[in-house]
């Protein structure tokens, strides 16, 4: 393993002011986005929706990384430059999420398993030829009564680790991401405990397996209430449950936490990150890695019409904006309504 070459691609992908959009929806996801603009997911409509976002001027400044799925990195632009070139060629890192969904975790009720080890070593070599420079993994863990359980746990973050040993192996920065769901009526102590069980087993197995920290990037859940919890914790609160959690059991030796959204608005999702830079005293890039936080405004500006996507593009320019400003904790809600 290029030990060097990881970590220069790990700390460009964070480099200040950057983070990660995340677009890498499976068909069952993407066709979901685009039913909510009332659009049939269509190859042309996923192509040329991506197309939008990959072309947006400017927003590499913000973006050093996009996370691809198997379809998109072998699109093309109307012009025939393939996505990881047109992505390269503009000073962002072509990624693949290599994950192939969760099942119900057997015997387990409630809890589920991550797919895609069997014949991923293969995988990765091809994606290497397309011009991937890094990837993902996401495991994902429900909060419920008895759940999860120790060896919901283990088998996951073993999953993950198994994972990201095969990526350092073929040359490619993995993206390790265990969520915690916004799901339920728990407390944000509920999930401050949960992510922490979560994160302890990831870093255990990591290391177990040998994984090089620098070479790696974090993407975890921010600490939150649950969506239908009844008390709702305030920025404040979130920013700090969620350093305290990080700070426990992340080594310093990872470059860089990339946050994913997990259902909070484009507005939430940009506050949060910004009031926990805003703190500082930690040791990584807290950065982000936004799905639909980075694009829900975009797509719905969008709606699948061609004479929309310069307005869309600016959507998704000032999105990406105001998140690289919430990396420096310059982010404050009345920017949501300022020429920015
Ligand atoms: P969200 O930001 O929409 O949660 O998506 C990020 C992601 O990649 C989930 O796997």
């Known amino acids: 393993m290029d030990r060097q070459k990881l970590e220069s691609v790990a700390q460009a992908i964070v480099a200040p002011g950057k983070g990660v959009l995340a677009a890498d929806e499976s068909f069952p996801t993407i066709e979901k986005r685009l039913k909510s603009i009332n659009l049939e997911s269509t190859e042309e409509y996923r192509r040329g929706y991506r197309e939008l976002l ?24 109307v012009d025939g430059i393939p996505f990881p070139e047109l992505l390269t060629s503009r000073g962002i890192y072509p990624g693949i999420k290599v994950d192939k969904g969760t099942r119900d975790l057997a015997l387990y009720p409630g809890e589920k398993f991550t797919q895609g080890l069997d014949g991923l070593r293969e995988r990765l070599a091809e994606y290497v030829e397309l011009g991937a420079a890094f990837t993902k993994w996401r495991t994902v863990y429900t909060i419920g009564k008895d759940i999860p359980t120790e060896y919901g746990y283990n088998a ?151 004479e929309n996507v310069p307005e869309a593009q600016n959507v998704f320019y000032r999105r990406a904006k105001l998140n690289s400003l919430a990396r420096y904790g310059e982010y404050t809600p009345e920017l949501e309504t300022a020429a920015v």
């Open 156 to 306: 996951n973050a073993a999953s993950l680790a198994q994972y990201a040993a095969l990526c350092q192996e073929a040359g490619l920065v993995p993206i390790v991401e265990p969520e915690v769901l916004m799901d339920g009526d728990h407390t944000i102590e509920r999930c401050e405990e949960v992510t922490t069980y979560a994160l302890e087993a990831v870093f255990a197995e990591l290391f177990a397996a040998g994984v090089s920290l620098e070479g790696m990037l974090l993407k975890p859940n921010m600490i939150l209430s649950g969506k239908d919890c009844s008390v709702q914790a305030g920025v404040q609160e979130i920013a700090e449950a969620t350093i305290r959690v990080l700070k426990r059991t992340v080594p310093s030796a990872v470059p860089g936490i990339v946050f994913l959204s997990g259902g909070q608005t484009p507005a939430q999702a940009t506050e949060n990150l910004s009031a926990m830079n805003a703190i500082g005293g930690f040791p990584w890039q807290m950065s982000f890695s936004y799905g639909r936080a980075l694009q829900e405004e975009t797509l719905n500006s969008w709606l699948g019409k061609s």
């Open 54 to 77: 990959f072309t947006t001027d400017g927003v590499e400044e913000f973006i050093g990384g996009v996370i691809t799925f198997d379809e998109t990195m072998r699109h093309e632009t």
